[in-house]
Protein backbone atom coordinates (compact mmCIF):
# COMPACT_ATOMS: atom_id res chain seq x y z
CA UNK A 1 0.00 0.00 0.00
CA UNK A 2 1.39 3.26 -1.20
CA UNK A 3 1.28 6.53 1.42
CA UNK A 4 2.16 9.52 0.04
CA UNK A 5 3.98 11.43 2.33
CA UNK A 6 3.87 15.22 2.71
CA UNK A 7 6.77 17.66 2.68
CA UNK A 8 7.25 18.70 6.25
CA UNK A 9 9.19 21.81 5.21
CA UNK A 10 8.61 24.67 7.48
CA UNK A 11 6.93 28.03 6.29
CA UNK A 12 8.83 30.92 5.25
CA UNK A 13 7.80 33.09 7.59
CA UNK A 14 6.90 36.67 6.17
CA UNK A 15 7.27 39.93 7.75
CA UNK A 16 4.54 41.91 7.80
CA UNK A 17 5.44 44.89 9.92
CA UNK A 18 3.25 48.23 8.82
CA UNK A 19 3.38 51.33 10.88
CA UNK A 20 1.18 54.02 11.91
CA UNK A 21 2.63 57.19 12.18
CA UNK A 22 0.63 60.11 13.51
CA UNK A 23 1.13 63.46 15.85
CA UNK A 24 0.03 65.91 18.33
CA UNK A 25 -1.97 68.62 18.01
CA UNK A 26 0.80 72.33 18.00
CA UNK A 27 3.59 70.41 15.67
CA UNK A 28 5.69 72.84 13.87
CA UNK A 29 6.37 73.30 10.31
CA UNK A 30 9.67 71.26 10.83
CA UNK A 31 8.37 69.01 12.90
CA UNK A 32 5.94 68.51 10.14
CA UNK A 33 8.39 67.89 7.33
CA UNK A 34 10.34 65.72 9.18
CA UNK A 35 7.31 63.21 9.09
CA UNK A 36 7.07 64.03 5.64
CA UNK A 37 10.12 62.93 4.97
CA UNK A 38 10.20 59.89 7.14
CA UNK A 39 6.73 58.93 5.19
CA UNK A 40 8.82 58.94 2.18
CA UNK A 41 11.67 56.72 3.38
CA UNK A 42 9.00 54.04 4.18
CA UNK A 43 6.53 52.93 2.36
CA UNK A 44 5.07 50.62 4.32
CA UNK A 45 4.51 53.28 7.09
CA UNK A 46 -0.01 54.50 7.31
CA UNK A 47 -0.49 58.12 8.60
CA UNK A 48 -3.65 59.14 10.64
CA UNK A 49 -4.48 62.42 11.42
CA UNK A 50 -3.25 64.46 14.80
CA UNK A 51 -4.66 63.18 17.97
CA UNK A 52 -6.75 65.91 20.05
CA UNK A 53 -5.39 65.19 23.45
CA UNK A 54 -2.10 63.99 24.40
CA UNK A 55 -3.40 62.44 27.81
CA UNK A 56 -5.36 59.91 25.70
CA UNK A 57 -2.64 57.46 24.68
CA UNK A 58 -3.99 54.64 25.64
CA UNK A 59 -6.25 55.10 22.29
CA UNK A 60 -3.44 55.22 20.25
CA UNK A 61 -3.21 50.91 20.02
CA UNK A 62 -6.73 51.06 19.29
CA UNK A 63 -6.05 53.56 16.55
CA UNK A 64 -3.06 51.25 15.49
CA UNK A 65 -5.57 47.96 15.44
CA UNK A 66 -8.08 49.62 12.95
CA UNK A 67 -5.12 50.55 10.49
CA UNK A 68 -4.39 46.46 10.68
CA UNK A 69 -0.54 48.37 11.92
CA UNK A 70 1.89 46.15 14.69
CA UNK A 71 3.61 49.37 15.29
CA UNK A 72 3.17 52.92 16.13
CA UNK A 73 5.32 55.90 15.76
CA UNK A 74 3.83 59.01 17.61
CA UNK A 75 5.06 62.66 17.10
CA UNK A 76 4.24 64.42 20.72
CA UNK A 77 4.89 68.49 20.67
CA UNK A 78 5.48 70.36 23.80
CA UNK A 79 5.29 74.58 23.99
CA UNK A 80 5.49 74.36 20.00
CA UNK A 81 9.44 73.69 20.66
CA UNK A 82 10.14 70.68 22.23
CA UNK A 83 9.61 66.81 20.30
CA UNK A 84 9.00 63.58 21.79
CA UNK A 85 8.96 60.41 19.70
CA UNK A 86 7.38 57.53 20.86
CA UNK A 87 8.29 54.05 19.60
CA UNK A 88 6.35 51.40 19.79
CA UNK A 89 4.82 47.53 19.14
CA UNK A 90 1.28 47.27 19.61
CA UNK A 91 -0.98 46.40 21.31
CA UNK A 92 1.20 44.45 23.84
CA UNK A 93 4.61 47.07 24.20
CA UNK A 94 6.91 47.64 24.55
CA UNK A 95 7.30 51.21 24.02
CA UNK A 96 10.02 54.17 23.93
CA UNK A 97 9.88 57.65 24.62
CA UNK A 98 12.66 59.50 22.97
CA UNK A 99 13.74 63.59 22.37
CA UNK A 100 13.89 64.41 19.25
CA UNK A 101 17.02 67.16 18.52
CA UNK A 102 18.99 68.75 15.79
CA UNK A 103 16.23 68.28 13.24
CA UNK A 104 17.53 69.15 9.65
CA UNK A 105 14.86 67.87 6.77
CA UNK A 106 15.59 67.24 3.33
CA UNK A 107 14.44 70.55 1.58
CA UNK A 108 16.96 72.24 4.52
CA UNK A 109 19.90 69.60 4.37
CA UNK A 110 19.89 70.25 -0.09
CA UNK A 111 22.16 67.05 -0.19
CA UNK A 112 23.29 65.80 -3.36
CA UNK A 113 22.44 61.79 -2.76
CA UNK A 114 19.13 60.83 -3.98
CA UNK A 115 17.36 57.63 -3.94
CA UNK A 116 14.32 55.90 -5.47
CA UNK A 117 11.05 56.99 -3.53
CA UNK A 118 9.75 53.66 -2.24
CA UNK A 119 12.65 51.39 -2.10
CA UNK A 120 13.83 49.60 0.66
CA UNK A 121 16.97 50.48 2.78
CA UNK A 122 19.66 48.89 5.23
CA UNK A 123 18.79 49.60 8.36
CA UNK A 124 22.48 49.76 10.32
CA UNK A 125 23.58 50.09 13.75
CA UNK A 126 26.88 50.20 15.74
CA UNK A 127 28.49 47.79 17.73
CA UNK A 128 26.67 49.76 21.13
CA UNK A 129 23.42 48.25 20.20
CA UNK A 130 24.60 44.96 20.99
CA UNK A 131 26.74 46.09 24.37
CA UNK A 132 23.72 46.19 27.22
CA UNK A 133 20.15 44.87 27.45
CA UNK A 134 17.96 48.70 26.63
CA UNK A 135 20.09 49.16 23.39
CA UNK A 136 19.19 45.55 22.06
CA UNK A 137 15.56 46.45 22.82
CA UNK A 138 15.75 49.73 21.05
CA UNK A 139 17.78 48.44 18.44
CA UNK A 140 14.85 45.34 17.53
CA UNK A 141 12.14 48.02 17.95
CA UNK A 142 13.82 49.89 15.55
CA UNK A 143 14.16 47.61 13.06
CA UNK A 144 10.39 46.63 13.31
CA UNK A 145 9.75 50.55 12.23
CA UNK A 146 12.26 51.10 10.29
CA UNK A 147 13.51 48.30 8.65
CA UNK A 148 10.68 47.58 5.48
CA UNK A 149 9.47 44.15 4.75
CA UNK A 150 9.75 43.06 1.27
CA UNK A 151 6.55 43.14 -0.60
CA UNK A 152 5.28 45.84 1.38
CA UNK A 153 2.59 48.28 -0.17
CA UNK A 154 4.00 51.07 -2.21
CA UNK A 155 7.66 49.39 -1.87
CA UNK A 156 9.80 48.80 -4.79
CA UNK A 157 12.26 46.03 -4.93
CA UNK A 158 15.43 47.64 -5.30
CA UNK A 159 17.76 48.40 -2.44
CA UNK A 160 19.90 51.83 -2.55
CA UNK A 161 20.19 53.76 0.33
CA UNK A 162 21.31 52.81 3.91
CA UNK A 163 19.47 54.25 6.94
CA UNK A 164 22.39 54.27 10.02
CA UNK A 165 21.75 54.44 13.89
CA UNK A 166 24.76 55.46 15.88
CA UNK A 167 25.60 55.73 19.21
CA UNK A 168 27.62 58.70 20.77
CA UNK A 169 27.55 60.50 24.10
CA UNK A 170 24.30 58.10 25.14
CA UNK A 171 22.07 59.69 21.85
CA UNK A 172 20.97 57.96 19.00
CA UNK A 173 22.10 59.94 15.58
CA UNK A 174 20.00 59.42 12.81
CA UNK A 175 21.28 59.35 9.41
CA UNK A 176 20.50 58.49 5.76
CA UNK A 177 22.95 57.58 2.90
CA UNK A 178 22.54 56.84 -0.57
CA UNK A 179 24.88 53.30 -2.23
CA UNK A 180 26.48 54.54 -5.03
CA UNK A 181 27.97 51.76 -6.84
CA UNK A 182 29.93 53.85 -9.51
CA UNK A 183 31.93 57.73 -9.37
CA UNK A 184 29.59 59.69 -11.35
CA UNK A 185 32.33 61.13 -13.30
CA UNK A 186 33.49 57.58 -14.41
CA UNK A 187 29.85 56.19 -15.42
CA UNK A 188 32.26 52.91 -17.30
CA UNK A 189 34.72 52.45 -15.08
CA UNK A 190 35.07 49.87 -12.56
CA UNK A 191 32.65 49.49 -9.09
CA UNK A 192 33.73 51.84 -6.80
CA UNK A 193 30.64 51.89 -3.49
CA UNK A 194 30.69 54.94 -1.61
CA UNK A 195 28.10 56.69 0.31
CA UNK A 196 25.97 59.72 -0.17
CA UNK A 197 24.29 61.98 2.36
CA UNK A 198 20.17 62.64 1.52
CA UNK A 199 18.85 63.29 4.70
CA UNK A 200 17.19 64.10 6.98
CA UNK A 201 19.03 63.90 10.02
CA UNK A 202 18.31 63.92 13.86
CA UNK A 203 19.50 62.89 17.31
CA UNK A 204 17.03 60.77 19.41
CA UNK A 205 17.82 60.92 23.63
CA UNK A 206 16.37 57.77 25.25
CA UNK A 207 13.78 58.79 27.99
CA UNK A 208 12.08 55.32 29.38
CA UNK A 209 11.03 52.38 27.78
CA UNK A 210 7.78 51.28 29.13
CA UNK A 211 6.65 47.72 29.36
CA UNK A 212 3.94 48.38 27.02
CA UNK A 213 2.16 50.08 24.62
CA UNK A 214 2.44 54.15 25.31
CA UNK A 215 2.55 52.85 28.97
CA UNK A 216 2.68 50.65 31.81
CA UNK A 217 5.84 49.46 34.23
CA UNK A 218 9.30 51.31 33.11
CA UNK A 219 12.10 49.31 32.13
CA UNK A 220 14.49 51.37 31.24
CA UNK A 221 15.01 55.22 32.75
CA UNK A 222 17.88 57.18 31.29
CA UNK A 223 19.49 58.92 34.44
CA UNK A 224 21.41 61.72 32.81
CA UNK A 225 18.32 63.36 30.96
CA UNK A 226 17.28 66.57 31.58
CA UNK A 227 14.21 68.09 30.24
CA UNK A 228 14.55 71.05 27.19
CA UNK A 229 12.25 73.53 30.16
CA UNK A 230 14.68 72.49 32.87
CA UNK A 231 17.14 73.75 30.89
CA UNK A 232 15.56 77.23 29.52
CA UNK A 233 14.79 77.55 33.05
CA UNK A 234 18.57 77.71 33.93
CA UNK A 235 19.55 79.73 31.54
CA UNK A 236 16.84 82.02 32.06
CA UNK A 237 18.22 81.52 36.22
CA UNK A 238 22.10 82.24 35.01
CA UNK A 239 20.77 85.37 32.73
CA UNK A 240 19.43 86.63 36.03
CA UNK A 241 22.36 86.19 37.82
CA UNK A 242 24.49 88.34 35.74
CA UNK A 243 21.55 91.23 35.24
CA UNK A 244 21.56 90.91 39.67
CA UNK A 245 25.56 91.17 39.71
CA UNK A 246 25.40 93.97 37.24
CA UNK A 247 23.40 96.11 38.97
CA UNK A 248 24.87 95.73 42.09
CA UNK A 249 28.26 96.74 39.98
CA UNK A 250 26.24 99.78 39.10
CA UNK A 251 24.94 100.93 42.80
CA UNK A 252 28.51 100.39 44.32
CA UNK A 253 29.88 102.27 41.49
CA UNK A 254 27.64 105.59 42.05
CA UNK A 255 28.21 105.06 45.96
CA UNK A 256 31.91 104.86 45.50
CA UNK A 257 31.11 108.38 43.14
CA UNK A 258 29.05 110.51 45.79
CA UNK A 259 31.91 109.27 48.79
CA UNK A 260 34.67 110.69 46.59
CA UNK A 261 32.89 113.89 45.72
CA UNK A 262 34.04 117.13 47.54
CA UNK A 263 31.78 119.96 49.10
CA UNK A 264 31.90 123.01 47.12
CA UNK A 265 34.28 125.67 47.80
CA UNK A 266 32.38 129.32 49.33
CA UNK A 267 33.87 131.15 46.01
CA UNK A 268 32.99 128.69 43.70
CA UNK A 269 30.71 130.17 40.92
CA UNK A 270 27.55 128.72 41.37
CA UNK A 271 27.42 130.31 44.20
CA UNK A 272 29.21 134.07 43.83
CA UNK A 273 26.92 134.28 40.99
CA UNK A 274 23.64 132.56 42.81
Not at 29 to 58: F, G, Q, T, V
Not at 91 to 112: A, F, R, W, Y
Not at 155 to 168: M, Q, Y
Request: net charge positive; hydrophobic share 35%.
Amino acid sequence: MDVDVADDQPKKKRNKQRVLMLSSRGVTHRMRHLMNDLEALLPHIKKDSKLDSKNHLHLLPELADLHNCNNALYFEARRHEDLYMWASKTPNGPSIKMHVQNVHTMDELKMTGNCLKGSRGIVSFDSTFDSEEHWKLMKEVLTHIFGVPPGARRSKPFIDHVLTFSVVDNKIWFRNFQIVEKDPSQPNGPVNMSLVEIGPRFVLTPIRIFEGAFGGATVFSNPEFVTPAAVRTAARRADGIKYQARKYDESERSDRREARRREEDELAVTKVFS
